[in-house]
């Protein structure tokens, strides 16, 4: 009984399933080897290395304090974070961190 029962379901669902599947064929005349190497069109990279990052946080004491046991991707986050984000977002994503520091931080970003 479950296994005919189990056939039914497959057969009554499956074609639903594959009717929600949409597929975008790639163009026949397409050749990648034409679309040459990718150009970054930015001159800085999002991500400073590692020890200017770290150059930068060290003068912001009240926050170090609450980053001690953070990883790398938690140090990257922030500065990520304190260049797209305003400071209310700020406020709010990293709120062990003081208000002030949080906008001296952002201020010494730009």
């Known amino acids: 009984m479950k296994t005919t029962l189990l056939i039914l379901l497959v057969m009554f669902l499956m074609p639903v399933a594959w009717s929600q599947l949409h597929?975008?064929?790639a163009d026949p005349g397409l050749n990648?080897?034409?679309l040459g190497p990718?150009?970054?069109t930015q001159g800085e990279p999002e991500?400073?290395?590692r020890d200017k990052r770290e150059k930068f946080f060290a003068r912001y004491p009240a926050a170090l304090k609450h980053m001690k046991q953070w990883d790398e991707?938690?140090?990257?986050m922030l500065w990520l974070s304190l260049k797209n984000y305003p400071l209310p977002q700020l406020q709010q994503k990293?709120?062990?961190i003081p208000a002030e520091t949080?906008?001296?931080?952002k201020q010494g970003l730009k």
């Open 32 to 34: 990648l080897q034409d």
């Open 102 to 105: 949080l906008r001296q931080m």
């Open 38 to 40: 990718v150009k970054l």
């Open 73 to 76: 991707l938690d140090k990257d």
């Open 94 to 96: 990293y709120p062990a």
């Open 23 to 25: 597929v975008t064929p």
């Open 47 to 49: 991500l400073p290395p």
